[in-house]
């Protein structure tokens, strides 16, 4: 399966104006004074969060909830932490609190948008992404946000419109170059891909996002090189992303360096073990070195994990057929046939 751009959602914390104490250690100090400060306890929380330590922040969000229920900031940013542990459900709830709390909160309607976009629920996400839009027509983050749900439904020119939109609004948001390079990309449009993934990573040299894209596009235009060392750099930025090491792998198979893309690939599905692509992937990788055997149970992992997955077993065919069980590897390919008669062989 060749690599993939993506449409990434931003969330937003809400963090109040800049007060004298704002390192942890100082606002510590400041809460030993004045235990009952909501306002410091939403501080530190945000401090903890930037620090990574989410389950401190989500604590001083919860202390800062219980001094004084009505602050609507606090349960957006608790939402913004659950989410961060991938607790969607639980970032949902607290946005909805924020929202009832403040039913004009943009930032949270926007958040709860990306909640339920990454549940896959569509039809609520574009609901909040326009609810944001309407309390604030130059909330730039917003029109961002619903661009990268219409990119990832595949409709590409509202998307575009909507990343314009938010590029008008605030030419240094690098998000919304990133994913309007990605959408540019599915279009095939290159230079213009290439274009924008240059801003974004101008704009944002630390954005594992923007280098991933631009590896994708390099990546197509078969400069395997330039890909590897944008993949380098999205996996130094997030380690723990699969799809970077999945998509590194491709490009090493396409140098044909096949031991290096089989490290990549086995370093996704350790990270994420129900990666059908990169199963499939790793198949290839094996076949390819004439290791059948291993080959074979790839493919059968990657269609086990996605029945629907008929690259899979279209290839464990193949293998099949190389391996000398030629009755086995027709029945794959009949079957493949069936649930994508468009495969060839």
Known sequence: MPAQPF??????????PKRKTTTIEDLTKSLALDPKAAYAFNSRGLAYQAKGD?????????KALQLDPNLAFAANNRGMA????????RAIADYGE?????PTYAIAHNNRGGAYQIKGDYVRAIADYDAAIRIDPNYARAY???????????DQDRAIADYDQAIRLDPGLAHAYANRGSVYTDKQDYDHALADLDQAIRLDPGSAQAYYNRGVVYSIKEDYDRAIADYDQAIRLQPRLPIALNNRGLAYLGKNEIDRAVADYSEAIRLNPRFSVAFNNRGTAFARKKDYSRAIADYT?????????????????VVRRLNGDRASGDADIVAAKKIDPDLIE
């Not at 401190?56 to 919860?62: G, K, L, Q, S, V």
């Not at 659950?82 to 459900?89: R, W």
């Not at 924020?98 to 403040?102: D, E, H, M, P, T």
């Not at 992992?301 to 065919?317: K, N, Q, V, W």
């Open 7 to 16: 449409c990434f959602t931003a969330g937003e914390r809400h963090i109040l």
């Open 54 to 62: 989410v389950d401190r922040a989500i604590a001083d969000f919860d």
């Open 82 to 89: 659950y989410q961060a542990k991938g607790d969607i459900d």
């Open 98 to 102: 924020a929202i009832s709390l403040n």
């Open 144 to 154: 961002d946000s619903r661009g990268s749900l219409y990119g990832n439904k595949g």
């Open 301 to 317: 992992e990657a269609f086990r994990l996605d029945p629907s997955y008929a690259e899979a077993l279209f290839r464990r065919g």
